[in-house]
């Protein structure tokens, strides 16, 4: 499996984002707890974290969530397989795009317009101008962003980072995207873990869901008592 992010993702290769973009904007307002996005990145980031297919792919500055994510990952009864946690060097990718920036970008730098037009411009047909992926820094636009320690590549053409020459150059020392196997068999022990250093779906997600999610997680294969 490659580092595609769901919008290029086989269920999704058919979706216009623009459409769900708009969609997302005009229906979520009412919806919004706290307050409303600023601007179109705000809108962009908000979409992400509630799983509504983007360019945008999830990174975290906080190795054992990104363990938790991989631990905890859905798999088929029975089809049990390996894990990976990703890890990536931010400033080395963007320094590839020659973006003249040192690090990741923030969302109000003029070289992020390239990769998000506003929809006036994308229902106008301005295209995403960028082929590589650039790593950008989010504000705290939601409390989960906030909680997961939060950073995204948002994606240009390139569907797949793997498979794009700045990494199939890399090799060696030279490297600095790294794939980190989790075996299947020591999921359960790295779940239980993670609880014990309070890394667990009421840190991840803290919410009513996050809650929910914790205690489901903790009785699903709690033992049944036994009688005497």
């Known amino acids: 499996m490659g580092l595609s992010p ?9 979706a216009d984002e623009n459409e769900i973009r708009l969609e997302f904007q005009s229906h979520a307002i009412q919806l919004i707890p706290g ?22 792919l999830d990174w975290t500055e906080n190795s054992l969530v990104a363990l938790f994510f991989a631990v905890h990952e859905e798999q088929e009864p029975g089809k049990e397989c390996d894990s990976a946690v990703w890890a990536i060097d931010p400033w ?12 990741p970008i ?19 047909g301005k295209e995403v101008g960028r082929q ?11 409390r989960r962003v906030a909680a997961q320690s939060s950073r995204f590549l948002v ?3 390139t569907q797949d980072l793997t498979r794009s020459r700045a ?25 239980r873990e993670l609880a014990d250093c309070g890394i667990d779906f009421s840190a991840i997600y803290p919410d009513l869901e996050g809650l929910a999610l914790n205690i489901i997680s903790r009785w699903k294969e709690y033992p049944s008592p036994t009688r005497k």
């Open 167 to 191: 990494v199939k150059g890399e090799k060696g020392k030279g490297a600095r995207v790294a794939r980190i196997r989790i075996p299947s068999s020591q999921r359960p022990s790295l779940v």
């Open 6 to 14: 769901k919008l290029y993702r086989k269920p999704y290769r058919g």
């Open 35 to 56: 307050r409303a996005p600023a601007d179109k990145w705000d809108w962009y980031f908000l979409m992400q974290h509630h799983n509504v297919p983007t360019r945008l």
């Open 132 to 142: 590589l992926p650039v790593a950008i820094e989010p504000p705290h636009v939601d």
């Open 92 to 103: 080395w990718l963007n320094k590839k795009l020659r973006l003249g920036v040192t690090g």
């Open 155 to 157: 994606f240009g053409k």
């Open 106 to 124: 923030l969302p109000e730098y003029e070289e992020s317009s390239q990769h998000l037009p506003g929809l006036e411009d994308a229902f106008d």
